[in-house]
């Protein structure tokens, strides 16, 4: 989740229309009217695939369109290399217009800046899987030895190492798809078009590959543009994601704004069966404010007590967080020893979790403990709090959603 | 017109204007041929040249060569022992019953047409699949050659090229050819829509696209085609026995007019041994290109 407000975007999609049928041009002036998909269904007999769709996707992160069938998702992503040409529109990549593009210039710019895994892998039956992760560099006239060289490294790399000569039919699915990532990567193309990539696998697969994936862009920074129908999968990948629903984006944005504030109920139909759990980091839902006691000395702390609220406080000395203290503790110390420092057996025992976390992971932590537990930043500094009625009301909201 | 009325009779031309127009027609096609049978002739002096060189080749060449040669042949296509040595023995029972000559000028007339349909039926197919509207010109018109009884375009042939070798080739690749063309097409249109837009989204140009994705991908279908080609030609040997092509035809075709019951059997039972040979070494290699695709399903 960087910032992205002083980069420049690297793909850039302006009043993207596309509809499907004979006449497509005469078709979009009454899109562009706003008439509706299924009048212009039944009037002309032509399909609005996409309306008005304008996206900014900046470089090095995973931008998630997420749809259900028919919602023109995998369209959309044919437009970015013009696998389908749009009816009107802007497509602007890495700075260059794509529809300016001759034929020629299109083959170039396919092979260079480009390369997109497909939902049914798309793999060539006929050549093994080493001169499947290679066919990008074969298209650009790459020598046999150099790009069999480079394809063994990212078999390698995706965990296929002793599968070179194997056809894609004997491996499984997911191993398949591991090759169709390797073919994407081989290519060096800092843009990589996911098409639905892991929905046709089965659910733990999909996680590993997920996993794998993250694991990957971290070490990568590719521009990743991520199709699925999957909310938890875009969650689990996504720095941003674009929801769209009858060719139109209805939402985008970072995935707590659609988790949190869905913008509309198709939206929120969509959001209610997420495990937040699974899908909300413990950032997004703690509580700032703290009671933080810096001080050395017992009697300092206790000053620091009474002007909190709360009956504990969280110990924090240039080694960073030590532990709670509760005013209990505090009050039963006599005034004499006020001088003397906090030692470690005043101190209750409780565990910090770090605010990357997920939610579902702090859960047991959560219920062992009565108070609530500090959070910690990436630093190792304490950020604010996680308390059990937070987390409740958090997850709870989704029960309250799914009855309505 | 008769005075009959239109409602009991169907309205035909009379004799008179049935008669000129056949003789227009044949007129012109007779002065046509006159007019450039020479000509034509010697374009496809070339041709007749090979089919003669290739005749000669097989006839000339010993016995053991040739069935050799033929044996090799069948196990680098089908690694299939018991196939190789099925064309051995095939081979030899044709040579020890006296068809051995015959034989070999039928193989070579198969071959060379064969050849020469792929060599026009493939790229036709490929155009076919490529183009909605070159496959609704030509669908039709290869209807017609599978349709047309081969006697009807026998005709124009031998009045233009006379009888011999070449009438025969053209007559055996109008009938075979239309298998070859259908299936290319066919086998290209069904390659699997991800794969060639995978290709495409690599960059891959028209060219690359075909030579390394299509046709691959469509090569069992392509060699269910040629299979076919080879067998409709095969059928095609007694027929074009009639305009003067030797093989194994003529000696059926005598047996038909002097009731020759075994000779008809024998030289009938080698045309159907061919047939089997080349049908099942054309299989099992589709066959082994197909076992890659599938792989261990």
Redesign the interface.
């Known amino acids: 989740m960087s910032t992205t407000e002083n980069k420049v975007p690297l793909i850039r999609i302006k009043k993207l229309y596309k509809v499907f049928g004979k006449n497509e041009k005469k078709v979009l002036e009454q899109v562009k009217a706003g008439k509706s998909k299924e009048a212009i269904l039944a009037e002309t007999g032509h399909t609005v695939g996409l309306a008005d769709i304008n996206l900014d996707i900046y470089p090095g992160e995973i931008f998630v369109i997420m749809g259900l069938s028919g919602s023109g998702k995998s369209t959309l992503i044919r437009h970015f290399?013009r696998?389908i040409e749009p009816t009107a529109g802007e497509i602007e990549i890495a700075g260059c217009d794509v529809m300016k593009l001759s034929e020629k210039e299109l083959?170039?710019?396919?092979?260079?800046k480009?390369?997109?895994v497909?939902?049914?892998?798309?793999?060539?039956?006929?050549r093994t899987v080493l001169q499947n992760i290679t066919?990008?560099l074969?298209?650009?006239g790459i020598k046999k030895k150099e790009r069999e060289l480079h394809g063994q490294e990212w078999l390698e790399t995706v965990g296929l190492a002793g599968y070179a000569n194997q056809?894609?039919?004997?491996l499984s699915g997911g191993q398949q798809q591991r090759v169709g990532l390797a073919?994407a990567l081989c290519?060096d193309a800092d843009i990589l078009?996911m098409d639905e990539a892991f929905s046709a696998l089965d659910p733990l697969i999909r996680s590993e590959m997920q996993d794998q994936l993250i694991e990957l862009q971290d070490k990568l920074h590719k521009t990743i543009v991520f199709i699925t129908h999957d909310l938890d999968e875009a969650l689990r990948i996504g720095d941003k994601i674009a929801i769209l629903r009858d060719g139109i984006l209805v939402q985008q944005g970072e995935p707590v704004d659609i988790l949190l504030n869905p913008v509309d109920d198709y939206v929120e139909a969509f959001v209610k069966d997420v495990n937040r759990a699974r899908a909300l980091t413990v950032e997004t839902v703690m509580q700032p404010q703290i009671c933080r006691i810096s001080s050395e000395t017992i009697g300092e702390a206790v000053i620091q007590m009474r002007k909190s609220k709360q009956d504990y406080g969280y110990v924090i000395n240039d080694q960073g967080y030590r532990g709670v203290i509760t005013q209990e503790t505090l009050e039963g110390i006599e005034k004499n020893d006020y001088s003397k420092g906090i030692n470690a057996s005043l101190l209750e025992d409780v565990p910090a979790v770090q605010s990357d976390a997920l939610i579902e992971t702090v859960i047991p932590e959560m219920l062992d403990n009565t108070h609530p537990l500090p959070v910690l930043n990436a630093e190792g500094e304490v950020e604010g709090h996680l308390c059990r009625s937070t987390l409740a009301e958090v997850l709870s909201d989704q029960s309250s959603s799914e009855n309505s | 017109m008769s005075d009959k009325s239109w409602l009991s009779e169907i309205p035909q031309l009379d004799r008179h204007q049935l008669l000129d127009i056949r003789k227009t027609l044949d007129g012109a096609y007779r002065s046509f041929s006159r007019e450039y049978g020479d000509s034509i002739e010697a374009f496809f002096d070339p041709l007749l040249s090979f089919l003669i060189w290739f005749e000669k080749l097989l006839l000339n060449s010993p016995w053991w060569l040739v069935i050799a040669a033929l044996a090799i042949f069948a196990y680098v296509a089908s690694r299939s022992w018991k196939l190789t040595l099925g064309v051995i023995v095939a081979f030899f029972l044709i040579g020890f019953f006296g068809m051995w000559d015959n034989t070999m000028r039928t193989m070579s007339i198969i071959l060379v047409s064969t050849m020469l349909a792929i060599t026009f039926g493939v790229p036709i197919g490929v155009s076919m699949a490529r183009s909605n509207r070159v496959q609704s010109i030509v669908t039709p018109i290869l209807d017609i050659m599978q349709t047309m009884p081969a006697f009807v375009y026998l005709i124009p042939v031998v009045m233009l090229l006379g009888i011999g070798k070449i009438p025969g080739v053209i007559a055996v690749i109008i009938y075979a050819i239309p298998p070859v063309i259908r299936l290319t097409n066919l086998g290209i249109r069904l390659v699997d829509k991800e794969v060639l837009e995978a290709a495409t989204a690599y960059g891959a140009s028209p060219m690359q696209r075909l030579f390394g994705v299509q046709i691959p991908l469509a090569m069992p279908n392509i060699m269910a085609g040629i299979n076919q080609t080879i067998m409709m030609s095969l059928a095609m040997v007694v027929i074009a026995s009639m305009i003067g092509v030797k093989g194994l035809g003529q000696p059926v075709l005598k047996s038909i007019t002097n009731q020759y019951f075994t000779l008809g059997l024998l030289n009938g039972l080698a045309i159907v041994a061919l047939a089997i040979i080349f049908d099942r070494i054309s299989q099992s290699y589709a066959k082994r290109t197909l076992q890659n695709f599938g792989g261990h399903e």
């Open positions: 290399n696998l083959q170039d710019f396919r092979r260079n480009m390369s997109m497909f939902q049914r892998f798309g793999l060539m039956p006929h066919y990008g074969q298209v650009q056809y894609p039919a004997q073919r290519t078009l």
